[in-house]
Nanobody
């Protein structure tokens, strides 16, 4: 069984910073792409940033220059450093991992999601 557990959300004033973490644990053999997505009230879930196993990164235009994604392969952890936060960044942030897991006597690729962490940007 694989779990992704996020932490680091909270309330911050506009212009402030937060750092989100997401740790993957369980029967993991390797992790390919990890990413962060967010869902604001009344809106669809959208991509924020992804990072490949080789550390190639991809960002939504709305967060470029403000957010930085990073990963620690040894700890199966992905981070999202968020600076210059705006009220429109308010959302539930979810981490995501495309990984190879033990599956009985074999293995399989699967995509897992965390439970989400609330980020609120407000004065």
């Amino acid at each position: 069984q694989v779990q992704l557990v996020e932490s680091g959300g909270g309330l911050v004033e506009p212009g402030g910073s937060l750092r989100l973490s997401c740790a993957a644990s369980g029967s993991i053999l390797s992790i390919n792409t990890m990413g962060w997505y967010r869902q604001a009230p009344g809106k669809q879930r959208e991509l924020v940033a992804t990072i490949s196993g080789g550390r190639s990164t991809n960002y939504a235009d709305s967060v470029k220059g403000r957010f930085t994604i990073a990963r620690d392969n040894a700890e199966n952890t992905v981070y999202l450093q968020m600076n210059s936060l705006k009220p429109e960044d308010t959302a539930v942030f979810y981490c995501n991992a495309d990984l190879l897991e033990r599956y009985g006597f074999t293995s399989r690729w699967a995509v897992y999601w965390g439970q989400g962490t609330q980020v609120t940007v407000s004065s």
